[in-house]
Nanobody
Framework: QVQLVESGGGLVQAGGSLRLSCAAS????????MGWYRQAPGNQRELVAS???????NYADSVKGRFTISRENFKDTVYLQMNNLKPEDTAVYYC????????????WGQGTQVTVSS
């Protein structure tokens, strides 16, 4: 039984900050890749940021310079620090983790809502 549990979402004003957390539990020893996706109403789910077990990071162009992804490999926990939030960041954010390092595959959290007001 493997679960990803997100936390940290909420309602924030434009320009504010939030930090999302995703904790993995179960019998999986480690994930080669963990990341965050988001999906807004009417839009497709998109990759926000990802990080490998080696620390290589990838960001969507829309969040570069504002968001920072980090992880604690020992705990299989990933974070997303979101600064200078914009209304366009409003979405449900999903944690993703894959043992084999394939983005968009593997396990998913149930999502946490982030709402940014103008």
């Amino acid at each position: 039984q493997v679960q990803l549990v997100e936390s940290g979402g909420g309602l924030v004003q434009a320009g504010g900050s939030l930090r999302l957390s995703c904790a993995a539990s179960g019998n999986i020893f480690s994930f080669l890749l963990m990341g965050w996706y988001r999906q807004a109403p009417g839009n497709q789910r998109e990759l926000v940021a990802s990080i490998t077990s080696g620390g290589s990071r990838n960001y969507a162009d829309s969040v570069k310079g504002r968001f920072t992804i980090s992880r604690e490999n020992f705990k299989d926990t990933v974070y997303l620090q979101m600064n200078n939030l914009k209304p366009e960041d409003t979405a449900v954010y999903y944690c993703n983790a894959d043992v084999f390092g394939n983005a968009g595959h593997g396990y998913w959290g149930q999502g946490t809502q982030v709402t940014v007001s103008s």
